[in-house]
């Protein structure tokens, strides 16, 4: 079970992924990026066997595509396993018609990012190394939101045996944790900024689709500099 973690909202995604994994039915998985969402459909299309077919990012599917994936599963009896970066109801915001939507998520899965569960921070470094980290450090670990979750937190930890002491000590003179709407904030920010605000790569690296995006842009009232 590629899930590590014993935060309630980690049991409960492991639990969900479990009952996935036994039940002959579309299965839709979704997060954001780095939370698992690859190796999570690997593990139950294995346990499905054979007829399991994975499916990633089906929410940049466009409607060409779309309808390209709905008639290959009308030649097969394939179970899906599906993943994407947001769940059924920004699906159907996304004008998917309701066949395709069944077919693909029967069961809608989310998996929750890692700042939601920093207590299981202390647990993946164990699962990921030999030896556990120095108690400053962890608790640098357990206050860094991790935007690139799990896949970031194990890359991290792989610098660190490599002796990228650079990288530590960034961790090390992180600042203190802010809540979770000012953690979005400068995460949108700063992601519109390297792409001088075009919308629609930022949407994409942000893993969102533009409608959200231009709703958070309003939401955390951020401005273009160049147009200000």
């Not at 003179?173 to 904030?185: D, F, G, H, K, T």
Request: hydrophobic share 40%.
């Amino acid at each position: 079970m590629p899930l590590v973690g014993s935060a309630p909202a980690i049991e409960r995604a492991r639990a969900d992924v479990r009952q996935a994994a036994s039940e002959r039915v579309p299965v839709l998985l979704w997060g954001e990026t780095g939370v698992g969402k690859t190796m999570c459909a690997k593990w139950i299309a294995e346990q499905r066997g054979p007829s399991a077919v994975i499916v990633e990012h089906v929410d940049r599917l466009t409607e060409p595509k779309q309808y390209e994936l709905l008639v290959q599963l009308d030649r097969t009896d394939a179970l899906i396993v599906a993943t994407s970066a947001c769940g059924l109801n920004e699906l159907d915001a996304l004008r998917w018609g309701p066949e395709l939507v069944h077919r693909i998520a029967v069961l809608d899965i989310e998996l929750p990012p890692l700042r939601q569960s920093p207590e299981s921070i202390a647990e993946l470094v164990a699962h990921f190394e030999e030896a556990p980290l120095p108690q400053p450090l962890l608790r640098r670990f357990q206050a860094y939101d991790w935007p690139g979750n799990v896949r970031e937190l194990r890359g991290a930890l792989h610098r660190q045996r490599l002796g990228a002491k650079p990288v530590l000590r960034n961790f090390a003179s992180a600042p203190p944790p802010v809540s979770l709407r000012e953690a979005e904030a400068k995460h949108i920010a700063a992601t519109l900024e390297a792409v001088g605000w075009n919308k629609t790569r930022a949407a994409e690296l942000l893993g969102i689709q533009r409608s959200t995006l231009y709703q958070k842009i309003r939401e955390h009232e951020l401005r273009d500099p160049v147009r200000s």
